[in-house]
């Protein structure tokens, strides 16, 4: 069956300019992740969202930051006035149910700030 | 402050040989404990879990070891194919201390080459 996808996979953006980043998770699953991959750091966790619950924010970096999952399913990620320290990878994972077990990944967005 | 460490940034092996790759972590919340896969361009694939009531799990040619006491964790690859050649990611969670435990705190990582 279809995997996680995200769209674009490579972006790149002026500083102050504003992008949107795509997640598509498996159907079905309730729980979405979304990580960021900053250069020689592991995965750093950003947001959860589960079923109908209120999303877990506690990740996000700074107020520019923000994500939206519609209809249980897709989820956008959104960073206001971009800047040079928001590049990174930003990878989208999806799991049956909430908790540690097997997270899906996606491939990643690349975006870079330039 | 790193929660989960491998200081190990790479590790080259001959092929049919074992791979060894080290996790070390600082929370004693952590009791539920994954290793991850990623190959470039690619997102990262679950190879292995362990819960910390346990201190072995198998599968296949990977074998994660825990040592609690140590705070410390291992991956076994025997034998290691060129195949297995990508990044592997530690990660760990908090699942029975309530809270947040659906968040997994990750490693930097560890390039592992397997050489023909």
């Known amino acids: 069956g279809a995997g996680v996808s995200q769209s674009p996979s490579n972006k790149v953006t002026e500083k102050g300019k504003d992008v949107e980043l795509r997640c598509d998770p498996i159907s079905g699953h309730t729980a979405l992740y979304w990580y960021r991959q900053s250069l020689g750091q592991g995965l750093e966790f950003l947001i959860y969202?589960?079923?109908?619950?209120?999303?877990?924010k506690s990740g996000l970096p700074s107020d520019r930051f923000s994500a939206e999952r519609t209809g249980g399913s897709v989820s956008t990620l959104t960073i206001q006035r971009t800047q040079q320290e928001d590049s990174a990878v930003y990878l989208c994972?999806?799991?049956?149910?909430?908790?540690?077990?097997?997270?899906?990944f996606g491939p990643g967005t690349r975006l870079t700030v330039t | 402050d790193q929660q989960v460490k491998q200081n190990s940034p790479s590790l080259s092996v001959q092929e049919g040989r074992i791979s060894i790759l080290n996790c070390d972590y600082t929370?004693?919340?952590?009791?539920?404990f994954l290793w991850y896969k990623k190959y470039p361009a690619e997102g990262p694939t679950f190879l292995i879990s362990?819960?910390?009531?346990?201190d072995k799990n198998e599968d296949g040619r990977f074998t994660v070891f825990l040592n609690k006491s140590a705070k410390h964790l291992s991956l076994h690859i025997v034998p290691s194919q060129p195949g297995d050649s990508a990044v592997y990611f530690c990660?760990?969670?908090?699942?029975?201390?309530?809270?947040?435990?659906?968040?997994?705190?990750f490693g930097k990582g560890t390039l592992l080459t397997v050489n023909p």
């Open positions: 362990i819960s910390s009531i346990k």
């Open positions: 929370n004693s919340m952590f009791d539920y």
């Open positions: 994972a999806s799991s049956l149910e909430g908790g540690p077990y097997e997270q899906y």
């Open positions: 990660a760990a969670s908090a699942w029975n201390s309530g809270g947040s435990n659906y968040k997994l705190t």
């Open positions: 969202f589960q079923g109908n619950s209120a999303p877990d």
